[in-house]
């Protein structure tokens, strides 16, 4: 497995599994069957309420625990209470340490719930902490005014949304980028079937999803597709073993069209949706 190293000295692999809408012993299976594929990273969130059955799937599969690089994210909603929030995701996880954990978005009292992980880092609990959906902004002032840079930024990014912008601020900062729905969620049929994409397939014997997984991680971009399918859990694993030159890389990047589905805090509207 590829890995990135992290502002602060640690390997991360480049691929893992994410988890977001997995629920029950769906989930707890998916993500054994992952690991047994190969996976070593999984994400997961306090949001998606299936920290438990993640945990569950990981001592299932009989993994060394050192093997495995876990990530998890604290809720907005928690923020007041970060500690309390981290202490209960390692529970569920049946774990000491988590690798890396994220604030989930910059709402709420992040600058208290960043202090708080800071603590928990310095203390050998968290391996490393970062941020998700933090546009340049709010990301500048988190590490205008705190000790700890975030190791990295989960932000949405796949072939429509690549974050070229963001990405610059990124390295500037040496934040490593960590793109969520790396196969464009709903869009994902629109991007696979497109000439530039399929044309690519055919020349590497790949499938669709697998071009645009391996476009992001030639990028540098640590990518988490979600899936409980086996076939595809496989087929989203193998992504390695080739390399696309620079002209298809440019071919693919002229494709961006810099616009978010989830990921946009600046929309007022979006903004108040989820304080709901
Ligand atoms: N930080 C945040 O705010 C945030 C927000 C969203 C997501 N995330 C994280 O990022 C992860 C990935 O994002 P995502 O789940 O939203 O989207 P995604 O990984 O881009 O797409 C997942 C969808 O694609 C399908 N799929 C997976 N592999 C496929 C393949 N090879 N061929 C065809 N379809 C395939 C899955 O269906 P099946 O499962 O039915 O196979 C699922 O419906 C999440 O699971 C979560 O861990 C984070």
Redesign the pocket.
């Known amino acids: 497995m590829k890995t990135i190293t992290l502002n602060n000295g640690i390997k991360m692999p480049l691929l893992g599994l994410?988890?977001?809408?997995?629920a029950g012993e769906e989930c707890a299976h998916s993500v054994r069957m992952a690991i047994e594929t190969g996976y070593r990273m999984i994400?997961?969130?306090e949001g998606?309420r299936n920290e438990e059955q993640v945990g569950q799937g990981i001592a299932e599969s009989g993994v060394d625990r050192k093997e495995l690089f876990i990530v998890t994210?604290v809720n907005f909603r928690s923020f007041e209470n970060a500690r309390e929030a981290v202490l209960s995701s390692l529970k569920k996880l049946r774990t000491d340490y988590l690798d890396l954990v994220?604030l989930?978005?910059p709402f709420g009292n992040y600058y208290a719930a960043w202090r708080e992980l800071e603590k928990l880092h310095a203390e050998g609990v968290l391996r490393a902490i970062g941020v998700?959906?933090f546009e340049p902004d709010r990301l500048i002032d988190l590490v205008s005014f705190n000790k700890v840079v975030p190791a990295v930024n989960?932000?949405?990014t796949?072939l429509f949304c690549q974050r070229q912008v963001e990405r610059k601020w990124m390295e500037k900062y040496n934040v490593s980028p960590m793109a969520?729905?790396?196969?464009?969620?709903a869009r994902?049929s629109e991007m696979?079937t497109l000439p530039e994409v399929t044309a690519l397939a055919k020349k590497y014997g790949r499938?669709p999803?697998q071009i645009l997984l391996h476009f992001l991680i030639q990028l540098g971009i640590i990518v988490?597709?979600?899936?409980?399918?086996e076939e595809?859990i496989k087929?989203?694993f193998n992504v390695f073993g080739f390399e696309l030159t620079e002209t298809e890389m440019e071919t693919l990047r002229a494709l961006d069209t810099a616009t978010p589905m989830?990921?946009t805090p600046a929309k007022p509207e979006k903004v108040e949706m989820f304080m709901r």
Request: aromatic share 12%; hydrophobic share 30%; glycine share 8%.
């Open positions: 994410g988890t977001f809408k997995m994400d997961t969130a998606y994210k994220l989930h978005w998700s959906n989960q932000i949405e796949h969520y729905a790396p196969l464009g969620q994902r696979f499938t999803a988490i597709p979600k899936s409980v399918h595809r087929e989203n989830v990921g």
